[in-house]
């Protein structure tokens, strides 16, 4: 065996084969590292409180009916057959009957900066109206208890729907709701 600079060309082949395999164990290892952070990534967990709340909120036609979690639930009422425009006499009557159909306690519109505009229930504290409005603009997601928060546009104005109701599963207004404020608005204003 010939000597190339002090050192053995055996060990110089050992020694490029050992790093060859460590740098080819280390790519592996990266490979399998990355392939279990992207299954965790694409793996859905199920959060109950929203698997329930999904459940709860489609109408079911029986009585004490169990979902697949075994939690027995009532079912949503269906919006009443209810013409909340014509035979109305002005558009509080209107967001009244709005309410009625849908199982609501109160319905307010009001302005994007707090104002109110028509409700189903008397006069609604400004405070309350400014507050729901300001919480509506900072995030429209927002979902304070008992209360729905939609936004709509009306003849170029922002507005805020303010949905009072007792049922916490609510969490988002129908668009079925959406559309026939819009009409109400249409008609009234």
């Known amino acids: 065996m010939s000597i190339v600079s002090g050192i053995d060309s055996t ?4 020694g490029t084969g050992i790093t060859v ?7 592996l290892a990266i490979k399998k590292i990355r392939a279990t952070a992207k299954a ?10 929203r698997i329930l709340r999904c459940v ?27 013409d909340c425009i014509h035979g ?7 967001l009244r009957a709005l309410a009625e159909k849908y199982f609501l306690d109160e319905i307010t519109l009001a302005t994007a900066d ?27 997601r927002a979902r304070p208890p008992g209360i729905i928060l939609f936004g709509m546009e009306h003849k170029g104005s922002s507005l805020v729907g303010v949905v009072k109701t007792k049922d916490p599963f609510i969490q988002e ?15 009234w204003i």
């Open 114 to 140: 707090g104002l109110l505009l028509a409700s189903s229930h008397g006069t609604p504290a400004a405070d309350d109206i400014a507050r729901n409005c300001e919480i509506y603009n900072s995030n429209p």
């Open 88 to 94: 109305r006499s002005n558009i509080s009557e209107s």
């Open 173 to 187: 207004p129908g668009q079925e709701l959406i559309c026939e404020t819009i009409d109400i608005l249409n008609w």
């Open 40 to 49: 965790n990534h694409d793996k859905i967990t199920a959060d109950q409180i």
């Open 56 to 82: 709860q909120k489609i109408p079911i036609d029986t009585k004490g009916e169990s979902n697949y979690h075994g939690t027995v639930i009532a079912s949503t009422p269906r919006p009443k057959d209810t």
């Open 11 to 14: 060990l110089l082949i050992l």
């Open 21 to 27: 395999a460590i740098c080819i164990a280390a790519g």
